[in-house]
């Protein structure tokens, strides 16, 4: 959480813009994870410092995927790997997942993935040109559901502008959660701004689409009844 002193008043003024949605859990990385880190990471992670050029960053101009929150990776490298014609992008603040998606793509041979360790709304904001991402990936984001956190939701008006300011006309928001209260959440702030249209046709959620793969936690919880609710939003 970012938070600025007024001059002259000790108290503290809270930027909701500049609001943190996550909190850094590094936690431990296994050895393969940190033998990734390691030997690869020049290979695949893009420094927050240097200026971002998607041709020079992917070796040639294709569509760009942004993926927030990739967590371990499985998912990110699965889409991939199953769509070499597009750039993918992942953004995520989780070390050892980022060594995990490193994993992943030197064993699978997936060359069109580039990963930032970092502050997603920092890198979306400093480093992604306007009018050039064609879609946004924001699966199972921390659904942060007492009601004292939800201002943490990464889903907000800010993001949204953030999202019409660099997303391609026509370019896609996918949002995925299994939380039924953060779906709706997300349904309301989403409908309510006028440059985005819900591609769902019945005006709510859509059918988990092709692309995105079903990952274990999420068959665990469709076995245990465990509801799933997918948004898709296109900018006008």
Same mark, same amino acid.
């Given at each position: 959480?970012?938070?600025?002193?007024?001059?002259?008043?000790?108290?503290?003024?809270?930027?909701?813009?500049?609001?943190?949605?996550?909190?850094?859990?590094?936690?431990?990385?296994?050895?393969?994870?940190?033998?990734?880190?390691?030997?690869?990471?020049?290979?695949?992670?893009?420094?927050?410092?240097?200026?971002?050029?998607?041709?020079?960053?992917?070796?040639?101009?294709?569509?760009?995927?942004? #993926?927030?929150?990739?967590?371990?990776?499985?998912?990110?490298?699965?889409?991939?790997?199953?769509?070499?014609?597009?750039?993918?992008?992942?953004?995520?603040?989780?070390?050892?997942?980022?060594?995990?998606?490193?994993?992943?793509?030197?064993?699978?041979?997936?060359?069109?993935?580039?990963?930032?360790?970092?502050?997603?709304? #920092?890198?979306?904001?400093?480093?992604?040109?306007?009018?050039?991402?064609?879609?946004?990936?924001?699966?199972?984001?921390?659904?942060?559901?007492?009601?004292?956190?939800?201002? !943490?939701?990464?889903? !907000?008006?800010?993001?949204?502008?953030?999202?019409?300011?660099?997303?391609?006309?026509?370019?896609?928001?996918?949002?995925?959660?299994?939380?039924?209260?953060?779906?709706?959440?997300?349904?309301?702030?989403?409908?309510?701004?006028? !440059?985005?249209?819900?591609?769902?046709?019945?005006?709510?959620?859509?059918?988990?689409?092709?692309?995105?793969?079903?990952?274990?936690?999420?068959?665990?919880?469709?076995?245990?009844?465990?509801?799933?609710?997918?948004?898709?939003?296109?900018?006008?």
């Amino acid at each position: 959480m970012n938070e600025t002193e007024e001059p002259g008043n000790n108290s503290k003024k809270i930027d909701p813009t500049r609001i943190k949605s996550f909190i850094r859990r590094q936690g431990r990385a296994t050895t393969g994870q940190r033998l990734a880190l390691e030997s690869h990471w020049d290979k695949y992670c893009l420094a927050p410092q240097q200026t971002f050029d998607a041709v020079h960053a992917f070796g040639r101009r294709a569509p760009m995927i942004v #993926e927030i929150g990739f967590g371990n990776g499985d998912s990110l490298a699965a889409m991939a790997e199953a769509h070499p014609e597009l750039n993918y992008l992942g953004i995520e603040v989780h070390r050892p997942g980022v060594g995990h998606l490193m994993m992943l793509l030197e064993h699978r041979g997936i060359t069109n993935v580039r990963i930032y360790h970092h502050d997603a709304i #920092e890198i979306l904001e400093q480093k992604i040109p306007d009018n050039s991402m064609s879609g946004v990936h924001l699966f199972f984001p921390d659904p942060w559901h007492k009601r004292r956190h939800h201002k !943490r939701r990464i889903v !907000r008006p800010s993001f949204l502008d953030l999202l019409n300011q660099k997303l391609v006309a026509g370019g896609y928001f996918h949002a995925a959660t299994d939380w039924h209260d953060y779906a709706k959440d997300m349904l309301t702030t989403l409908s309510a701004d006028s !440059r985005l249209k819900n591609a769902s046709p019945t005006g709510d959620y859509c059918p988990r689409p092709d692309y995105r793969p079903l990952t274990k936690f999420e068959n665990r919880g469709l076995r245990l009844g465990h509801g799933v609710w997918d948004l898709i939003f296109t900018k006008n």
